[in-house]
């Protein structure tokens, strides 16, 4: 079995965090982001994202730290 792959370390001004949820709140937690975190304003996105043998989508959010 191999060790957990670690992200890349961060080299770009995004911040990013990730979560491991089911499928209704994961919808509900990047919902929650683009509200936070106007597209427009901080290019948010749902940067990475799959489903886990468990069910559970696991998925990486990124932003821009400030809107200009």
Avoid: H
Wanted: a positive charge.
């Amino acid at each position: 079995m191999s060790p957990p792959r670690r992200p890349p370390p961060q080299t770009d001004a995004f911040k990013r965090q990730t979560y491991a949820l089911p499928r209704d709140l994961a919808r509900a937690m990047a919902r929650d982001w683009f509200k936070r975190f106007p597209k427009q304003a901080y290019d948010t996105q749902v940067e990475t994202w799959r489903e886990a043998a468990d069910g559970k989508i696991e998925f990486t959010m990124r932003r821009l730290p400030t809107a200009d």
